[in-house]
């Protein structure tokens, strides 16, 4: 049975999704980053980064969410755009874009308002500029088509929707969905998926420790109690 390395992240989240929804066989397994579980040896098998989610899949280990997306969706041959010229382009290009724009200037924007350990305006302005900037290109995007794909709903749209669900969190913006109507249409699609309520119920069944005490900042942003920058 495939084994999913997970917490109720937005990166593990979109992969919740896409089990939830291609309704593979799988076992979660709860990785509590606040109690520190990312940092044992046994994980650090599983993935050498140290994060989550990441898969065993007849003990094989796949790590990083949208390498995880790709990799099932091409096993199962589910989510996936139709086979026309210029889709898989297209889609590998979107992927991209989330994983290394999107999902980064989001994460960046929230940690240097909510957890930086001093408050940095450089810091907290870029990040904020960026990531609105991205989720623009979003809501641009879905302005030409139903799914960011055209017609056919994809793990593209399970990507962005693993981040979209925290927007108003991640930039402290009650009215962000305002900007973005074609993205809330998007996520309010997607959430009324029964597969979309199966994976968001997903980390109720676990333990998950919910306070950012000081034991936790150890764990989730080491570099802040690090002597060596490097380790």
């Known amino acids: 049975m495939l084994k999913f390395f997970y917490n109720a992240a937005p990166n593990p989240m979109k992969v919740a999704l896409f089990l939830e929804e291609s309704g593979l066989d799988y076992e979660p397994v709860p990785i509590d980053g606040k109690r520190g579980d990312q940092h044992t040896a046994t994980f650090k098998v599983i993935n050498p980064n140290s994060k989550v989610p990441a898969i065993l899949d007849d003990g094989y280990p796949v790590f990083d969410s949208n390498a995880i ?7 199962t041959g589910k989510f996936l755009p139709a086979d026309e010229p210029g889709a898989r382009g297209q889609l590998l290009s979107w992927l991209m874009f ?4 999107l999902g980064p200037f989001s994460g960046q924007a929230v940690h240097f308002r909510n957890f930086a350990p001093e408050q940095v305006p450089y810091g907290i302005k870029r990040y904020d500029y960026e990531a609105r900037r991205h989720w623009q290109l979003v809501d641009d995007r879905l302005a030409q088509g139903q799914y960011m794909l055209g017609d056919s709903y ?3 749209d399970m990507a962005v929707w693993g981040w979209g669900d925290r927007l108003t ?4 913006d009650d009215d962000i969905m305002q900007r ?5 249409r ?7 998926r029964p597969a979309a309520v199966r994976a968001k119920s997903l980390p109720s069944r676990h ?16 570099q802040l109690f690090a002597a ?3 380790n």
């Not at 997306?69 to 096993?75: T, V």
């Not at 333990?207 to 080491?222: C, L, W």
């Open 154 to 156: 994809t793990i593209v």
């Open 169 to 172: 969190y991640m930039l402290g």
């Open 69 to 75: 997306l790709l990799y099932l969706a091409e096993k």
């Open 228 to 230: 060596d920058p490097v």
């Open 180 to 184: 973005y109507p074609n993205l809330d």
């Open 186 to 192: 998007l996520m309010r699609e997607i959430d009324a």
């Open 98 to 101: 989330i994983a290394s724009g």
């Open 207 to 222: 333990d998950f420790k919910n306070v950012m005490d000081e034991e936790a900042m150890r764990f989730m942003y080491p």
